[in-house]
């Protein structure tokens, strides 16, 4: 944002600073390097979506492999690709969306919510813990962003993140557990490269 007086800015950046629990980003680091110490991280997520009166509206079974900033997301026949730079959207049917990483930052995906680094777009703070799980609450810096508030339970042992509530603008809900995570997958770089020859020919690219 930008600033008129140095002042300011100064009394704008202590405010964000003081918005940023110190015991809930002691935590939230402990994840975040674990994951960019991994060579290869492979996740199976359960997402549970809810109205905003509660009613489940249907469950989906994730597989997402992530190696840095590079992710491949698999849920049925649809796909998503990202090479770090751009981000592919194959809908599993007939169309694939292109876009950039920097024109996905409006949403949360489950790459974003597994990394671990929300310094630059959260404040946040810690609800609870006890010796086995903490519970922090994240709110976005951007209030243009699509959701309200996303709380997460972290399991302390393992410094991994165990389960996500994600509430958007709508009050709808998105409960994300984490069945299986390994953090020493084996995963190639090719599998991160969008491959036109992997999909039907009669798929159109939307950019």
């Not at 799980?133 to 962003?145: G, V």
């Not at 165990?162 to 069945?179: E, H, R």
Request: hydrophobic residues 40%; positive net charge.
């Amino acid at each position: 944002m930008k600033q008129l007086l140095i002042l300011a800015a100064a009394l704008s950046f202590s405010n964000v600073q003081a918005q940023k629990d110190p015991q809930a980003k002691a935590l939230l680091d402990q994840m975040g390097a674990k994951v960019k110490q991994a060579k290869g991280i492979l996740v199976n997520i359960q997402l549970i979506s809810k109205n905003n009166t509660g009613k489940a509206l249907g469950t989906k079974i994730i597989n997402l492999k992530m190696k840095g900033d590079k992710y491949l997301l698999q849920q049925g026949a649809m796909e998503i690709v990202c090479d770090g730079a751009t981000i592919y959207n194959f809908d599993g049917v007939s169309s694939i969306s292109k876009s950039t990483v920097a024109e996905s930052d409006q949403t949360l995906s489950p790459q974003k919510l597994l990394s671990g680094n929300y310094d630059k777009d959260f404040n946040f703070k810690l609800l609870s813990q006890d010796g086995a799980k903490a519970t922090i609450e994240l709110s976005p810096i951007d209030k243009r962003k699509n959701f309200q508030k996303v709380t997460l339970i972290l399991d302390k042992v393992k410094s991994a993140l165990s389960s996500a509530t994600i509430l958007d603008k709508s009050n709808n809900i998105t409960d994300v557990k984490v069945v299986s995570i390994n953090y020493a997958a084996s995963l190639q770089d090719k599998l991160f490269q969008f491959n036109r020859a992997k999909y039907p020919k009669n798929v159109e690219i939307f950019d």
